[in-house]
């Protein structure tokens, strides 16, 4: 296993990065994310994961052993191979998937390419038991109470206001990858954040 490379930032794309280590050019494919955050020419770290088959070696590449850990987890569910993992990653951080799957959010789930409906609530009760709770700034598991409610009270205060439930839960979820272990504001407060994200072109 390859846990990590580090090294200079040769280029970078939409897809991932070819970093230089020992004078040999790795490509790895990262989030569009992690991708952004480097710069062609500057040393980065980044967490692997190789993926080995029959006809392929690929080198998946995060910003934190966080990432890669959850990357790793999700895979063991049916039907989530690496794409659709990075694809997870790519649409929420670790500690959102874990809230999508403690508390049994299937809509935030279908927002990933690749996942539909079945497929969400199939992750659900597989990882359900293996993901955990997320976890604050300290480490600290966050209590149920604090995650679930909010969601949907934001959503139907959205849709009230004439929105479409996909937008009103693309917005939810949005705003909740944006708190990721913050103490959770008021209602209204929230309501407010996803109505700007309704609101940008």
């Given amino acids: 296993m390859i846990a990590f490379i580090s090294g200079r930032v040769d280029s970078t794309g939409a897809e991932g990065a070819v970093v230089e280590v020992g004078g040999v050019g790795l490509a790895v494919l990262c989030t569009p994310h992690t991708a952004a955050a480097l710069t062609p020419g500057e040393q980065a770290r980044l967490a692997t994961s190789l993926v080995v088959r029959e006809d392929s070696l690929t080198l998946y590449g995060f910003a934190a052993d966080d990432e890669r850990a959850v990357f790793e987890l999700v895979q063991t569910a049916s039907g989530v191979g690496p794409k659709v993992a990075l694809a997870m990653l790519a649409t929420h951080s670790p500690n959102a998937l874990r809230r999508a799957v403690a508390t049994g959010d299937a809509r935030a789930l279908t927002l990933v390419p690749g996942i539909g409906p079945k497929g969400a609530q199939k992750i659900i009760l597989e990882l359900k038991d293996k993901l955990g709770l997320p976890t604050g700034d300290l480490g600290e598991q966050v209590p149920r109470q604090r995650v679930q409610p909010w969601r949907e009270q934001v ?33 209204p407060e929230l309501l407010k954040a996803a109505l700007r994200k309704l609101s940008r072109p």
């Fill in 155 to 187: 959503a139907a205060g959205l849709q009230s206001l004439g929105w479409a439930a996909r937008d009103a839960d693309a917005a939810v979820a949005a705003v909740a990858d944006e708190l990721d272990g913050e103490q959770v504001p008021p209602v």
